[in-house]
């Protein structure tokens, strides 16, 4: 079935340093794939998204490149913030002919930024 | 432009008692979902909606769990009698004809 693995958390990183968050799926046919950002009380909101292979989906320094032959989908950010602390979880919604719109979530990964 | 509205935001009972979360979706989407949000379980879909028709509820753990939809703009989930192992976060979320899903802003409950 349609699922999506995700790297292990926690991550602490010290302000300005890279960011990589490791996203693998599992589908048939050509799914959509999120990354949702989770703040600290609140809900999950979208981060950003890519609807079919090579699209690069980007938001707020955040980039995630639809990699179909290696059926990845990693969140990267070339320096993170103190404010970047959240937990980000991969997302992805099959191709479903009844139209459907369900979202399989990875597991969340939470990310510490220290000053 | 109003998201998804959940209320309460927080809510705490005893065990036993009926608790019924409620969720207005963003004005014009289509499907409505529920989740629960443990440490444990990680993000689960409990439910989903499309034009106020379940279309899923196998993930409602127990018959001591409902939803219901009676029109566009409102959701219910009961659960009743409820237990403590129930204490969670529940998040509602909406979307319309494209795959990306809005949440509210959670309900957390506990139930002593």
């Known amino acids: 079935g349609d699922s999506v693995t995700q790297m292990e958390g926690p991550v602490t990183l010290s302000e300005e340093a890279f960011l990589t968050i490791n996203c693998t799926y599992t589908?048939?046919?050509?799914?959509?794939l999120f990354w949702y950002v989770q703040y600290p009380g609140e809900g999950l909101q979208l981060l950003l998204k890519a609807t079919k292979a090579d699209d690069k989906g980007s938001n707020k320094g955040f980039e995630a490149t639809y990699r179909k032959e290696t059926t990845s989908f990693h969140l990267e950010k070339g320096s993170v913030q103190v404010s970047d602390s959240a937990v980000y979880f991969c997302?992805?919604?099959?191709?479903?002919?009844?139209?459907?719109?369900?979202?399989?979530f990875g597991t969340g990964t939470r990310l510490t930024v220290i000053p | 432009d109003a998201g998804v509205i959940q209320s309460p935001r927080h809510e705490v009972t005893e065990m036993g008692q009926e608790v019924t979360l409620r969720c207005k979706p963003i004005?014009?989407?289509?499907?409505l979902f529920w989740y629960r949000q443990t440490m444990m379980r990680g993000l689960e879909l409990l439910i989903y909606f499309n034009n106020n028709v379940p279309i899923d509820d196998s993930g409602m753990p127990e018959d001591r769990f409902s939803a219901k939809m009676p029109n566009a703009s409102f959701s219910t989930l009961k659960i009743q009698p409820s237990e403590p192992r129930d204490s969670a976060v529940y998040f509602c979320a909406s979307s319309s004809r494209t795959p990306t899903q809005y949440f509210g802003p959670g309900t957390r409950l506990t139930v002593l």
């Open positions: 997302a992805l919604s099959p191709l479903d002919q009844t139209g459907a719109n369900n979202l399989f």
């Open positions: 004005s014009g989407h289509d499907y």
């Open positions: 589908a048939t046919g050509y799914p959509s």
